[in-house]
């Protein structure tokens, strides 16, 4: 198979190494790829990944490229180019491409959409109002004495959300995304939600347009610092599985979030091919929907692409041809735990640029893999930080107190200037 990646993060440096394991992968390009990607050569002939210099969001370019490189599927990481449509213009041209119709994204590229969507289908989630009024919203900020959390309708990095905890914070939120406009028009029209207590879980489910398949569990750390302190981010680091998920409430996930969730995409002929990700809170009411996600989570995929026993590009066939039901997912029995290496001042300003050292090092260990994410290369240095995620250190251990201290270890032996990480990845299950 030829096989074309788009992405340039973490998530994408794991889709690539592991499409790059399977004995079906003859040629791999990923668009633009990172300094890890291009360092990936394939199981089935030792031949190189080729990164190649298309932006993820330059559709024009990457069809362009598609067309005269024919490759049998391609696979989209991130969640901009399907909103733009990437997979109707791909599939305008007969080329077999892996992720839901611009239709279909819109459960991530519009919260509002989401909300109303599962009202109608009676979806749990927190009870919320949607606004373009900055006077409407605040009224109903208040009527749940502030305590909210305030959300950009689009797409604005996983960084639109603003939890408040008092009528004053949910108004400087208010007036933050709708009227100083500081994530542009992903502000024009807010969400806002109740603010939820309980354990946030992580949830991918592979579709086909008929049905899915569910991954196992596993939980993200969105804040910047420890003790779930500090700025929201794309994600700090992950585990799976995520043990405090009990038998009854994977059934209640099952019943009332998921089939109900297909069945409504049925009803209203949305045809969603890809990976449905819900973001979910485990109330004491039970388990709610925060958020959907269109794609796979970074860096969740890490840490699934780990475990995954499957032969990956046979499993996106499927589920872009709609064929799940052929299929049944594999997992190691062992625990996986990623942590996050990130430039000083992210998610705010960091500088780009500095020197990285002991990638290999911290490699040696046959069950560790290290995942870039923000890095590049120069004339200089092979490889240099050139993002606010850098690295993703995963590890695999017999359970997750061995794979968590496996990452660590692994964490100590890398080095570049302001890096900063977690150090309580996986602490709330052990
Ligand atoms: P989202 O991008 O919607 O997932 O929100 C980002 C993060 O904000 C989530 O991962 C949660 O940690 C938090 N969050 C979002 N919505 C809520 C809510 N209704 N209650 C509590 N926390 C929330
Ligand atoms: N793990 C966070 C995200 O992918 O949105």
């Known amino acids: 198979m030829n096989i074309l990646v788009i992405g340039s993060g973490g998530r994408e440096h794991a889709l690539v190494w592991k499409l790059a394991q399977s004995s079906l992968t003859e040629t791999m390009y990923c668009a633009p790829g990172n ?132 009528v004053e914070e949910a108004k400087n939120a208010i007036q933050q995304l709708m009227i100083d406009k500081s994530f542009g028009d992903a502000g024009d029209q807010i969400v806002i939600q109740e603010y939820l207590e309980g354990m946030e879980v992580s949830l991918h489910a592979l579709c086909d347009g008929h049905g899915y398949l569910l991954f196992e569990s596993s939980q993200d750390h969105k804040r910047a610092l420890d003790g779930d302190k500090g700025l929201n981010t794309g994600g700090m680091g992950t585990y799976s599985p995520a043990p405090f998920i009990s038998d009854h409430e994977l059934k209640s996930i099952r019943e009332t979030i998921l089939d109900r969730w297909v069945d409504g995409c049925k ?22 929907v925060l958020e959907f996600n269109a794609r796979f989570g970074d860096p969740e995929t890490q840490v699934y692409l780990m475990r995954l026993k499957n032969d990956l590009p046979t499993l996106l066939m499927a589920s872009a041809e709609g064929k799940l039901d052929q299929h049944r997912l594999e997992w190691d029995d062992q ?8 430039s000083g001042g992210y998610p705010e300003a960091y500088e780009k640029g500095k020197t990285i050292t002991g990638i290999k090092d911290a490699e040696q260990d046959p069950q560790v893999k290290v995942f870039h994410a923000g890095t590049g290369s120069n004339a200089d240095n092979p490889i240099i930080t050139a993002g606010g995620r850098v690295l993703g250190v995963t590890a695999l251990g017999k359970n997750l107190k061995e794979a968590t201290e496996r990452a660590y270890e692994a964490t100590e032996k890398i080095h570049f200037d302001r890096c900063y990480f977690r150090r309580d990845i996986a602490a709330k299950a052990l």
């Not at 459960?107 to 900055?134: C, D, V, W, Y």
């Not at 009803?267 to 709610?288: A, H, Q, V, W």
């Not at 625990?335 to 990130?342: R, S």
């Open 267 to 288: 009803r209203e002929g949305i045809d969603f091919k890809g990976m449905l990700y819900p973001g979910l809170m485990l109330t004491e009411s039970g388990p709610k």
């Open 335 to 342: 625990a996986a735990t990623c942590v996050v290496l990130a």
């Open 35 to 166: 300094a890890g990607i291009a360092g990936e050569t394939l199981t089935a002939n030792g031949n190189s990944v080729q990164c190649i210099k298309i932006g993820a969001e330059n559709l024009e370019g990457l069809l362009a490229f598609a067309k005269e490189k024919q490759p049998d599927l391609t696979v989209v990481g991130p969640d901009n180019p399907l909103s733009q449509g990437i997979v109707d213009l791909f599939n305008k041209e007969g080329l077999t491409i892996w992720g839901p119709n611009q239709k279909a994204a819109r459960f991530e590229s519009s919260k509002a959409f989401s909300q109303e969507f599962m009202l109608r289908h009676e979806i749990p989630t927190a009870k919320s109002g949607i606004f373009s009024n900055p006077t409407e919203a605040l009224a109903f900020a208040t009527s749940i004495q502030g305590k909210c959390a305030v959300k950009a309708d689009g797409l604005a990095l996983g960084k639109g959300v603003i939890l408040t905890s008092n």
